[in-house]
């Protein structure tokens, strides 16, 4: 692919070839816009690209763009600030709220892993520093600029940018990229038609050119019995003595659960046990959320505007302070334990699984996709044991597939999204993948739309030419 040396262009810094770290730079007539930046996250090789230096000198960026607030889309923005970006950011105004929750918690993780390092003298460097710092994280929050859904606003000289929902979590966008001639629609993360309370993904309408996600692009959810077996296992569970654990997202996974653990309680499907959100984050997630339900945000399905008590629980109990945490486990009886980090990666939940996974009694729910080198992707593969805190421990607590839970579409969505184009673009850019997913989903574009998929490679740069085919 060439263009002429005005044309816009596209090259991607991370997310292609993987499902994190999504960076996209978008350059036309002198202005640079980045579209995303995230964290790497998962594999060590991939985690230490987080540490390389940024491919392009950070005082030539105009503006960051962020779809939405997980961390592989925007945790990698105070690392940007550290190194002297002071440029604005944009962002829908959820987006935003949920930024400054998960961005001074990341730094503090980092921070905390590194002190942790120093005083065990396990680090290479001497001494560890954590990527970025909390000061960093807000300093990165004063940037951002927030912007309605549905309203054009330039972000650098011949770059303009519109958000529409993607139903994804709350705040998320689907981004429409006016890059002098040429227009770029990217997913972002694509949601599903049937989030329980959030508005179905918007259309592409007309474009030259779309990006879009192929985390599940090889995949179809079962989401037809999620909420079913969700209630059957804490059942079983609970019938036996056991305790259920569930890795979960702080930010909508956590929400999304208790949407259907409210129906599940108001239809008398549950058993009288307490349900336990042990994750500081994903309670200030849930109070943001509660507030953009109450408040009617555009996203938020018109059904439920009004009603933040579709989210509560009588059993719910909330714990904030990691003593609260540490009593869990001298408590006796069934329980549900719902706790981040939702790869099993870190975060509390680690905790809850050293001491729960041995006994059989126990059962640990999977509801979101888990990345290759995660400790909840060996839970998925069933692996025997599983290494926490330096310590190998056996899995022989029932572990459950309900990854029909997730917030991602899958393959026959984000082809049904696809074919929401107003008219056949110019090409489509899978990215957002691991190679498997991303390659079946081109396949799927090639074969039953007959349209031109390109899978970007990190740093290829790419031209966004308007009236000619990416082949």
């Not at 991939?46 to 230096?53: C, D, T, V």
């Not at 680090?123 to 994280?137: F, G, R």
């Not at 989030?195 to 995949?219: K, Q």
């Not at 984000?414 to 997913?437: D, K, S, Y």
Request: net charge negative; hydrophobic share 40%; aromatic share 6%.
């Amino acid at each position: 692919m060439t263009g002429e040396p005005t044309s816009a262009t596209l090259t991607s810094f991370g997310g292609v070839g993987t499902v994190t770290g999504s960076r996209h730079l978008i350059e036309v007539a002198g202005s640079s816009v980045m579209v995303d930046c995230g964290l790497f996250q998962g594999l060590k090789d991939l985690r230490q690209r987080n540490w390389a230096p940024f491919p392009v000198d950070v005082a030539s960026l105009d503006a960051v763009v962020i779809t939405h607030a997980h961390l592989d889309h925007c945790g990698y923005l105070p690392r940007l600030v550290s190194q002297g970006y002071r440029g604005p950011v944009y962002g829908t105004y959820d987006t935003g709220k949920l930024m400054s929750v998960v961005l001074p918690d990341s730094a503090r993780l980092l921070e905390e892993e590194a002190g942790y390092a120093n005083r065990k003298g396990f680090s290479k460097h001497h001494p560890a520093l954590p990527l970025y710092t909390e000061d960093d994280a807000w300093a990165a929050m004063d940037l951002l600029q927030a912007v309605p859904f549905g309203e054009p606003v330039s972000v650098a000289p011949g770059v303009e940018v519109t958000f529409t929902p993607a139903g994804h979590i709350l705040g998320s966008a689907i981004t429409r990229v006016q890059a002098g001639e040429a227009s770029l629609v990217c997913s972002g993360d694509l949601g599903r038609s049937q989030h329980p309370f959030l508005r179905p993904p918007a259309p592409i309408g007309d474009a030259d050119w779309v990006m879009v996600e192929s985390t599940y692009g090889d995949r179809r959810h079962v989401a037809e019995d999620a909420v079913e077996e969700l209630a059957d296992v804490i059942n079983r569970t609970v019938e036996r003595g056991g305790v259920v654990v569930v890795p979960a997202f702080a930010v909508d996974r956590t929400e999304v659960l208790l949407f259907h653990l409210h129906h599940l309680a108001a239809s008398h499907r549950l058993p009288n046990v307490p349900i336990y959100v042990d994750s500081p984050m994903a309670l200030a997630g849930l109070t943001i959320y509660r507030a953009a339900l109450a408040e009617g945000a555009l996203d938020v399905r018109p059904d439920f505007r009004g009603h933040p008590d579709i989210l509560d629980l009588r059993s719910l109990e909330e714990v904030h302070d990691s003593q609260s945490s540490k009593a869990i486990a001298g408590r006796s009886g069934p329980a549900v334990i719902i706790a981040g980090a939702g790869m099993a990666t870190g975060g509390r939940v680690v905790h809850h699984l050293k001491r729960l996974l041995p006994d059989p009694r126990n059962s640990v729910v999977i509801v979101g996709f888990q990345a290759e080198g995660t400790r909840g992707r060996q839970l998925l593969e069933g692996e025997p044991t599983v290494k926490i805190h330096g310590q190998y421990v056996r899995v022989r607590a029932e572990v459950c597939d309900l990854t029909g839970f997730s917030v991602h579409a899958d393959a026959e969505e984000l082809m049904q999204w696809l074919a929401t184009a107003a008219r056949e673009p110019n090409g489509v850019f899978v990215v957002h993948g691991e190679p498997p997913a991303s390659a079946a989903l081109a396949e799927r574009i090639r074969s039953e739309l007959d349209w031109t998929p390109v899978r970007p490679t990190t740093g290829e740069r790419l031209s966004l030419a308007v009236g000619r085919s990416a082949s």
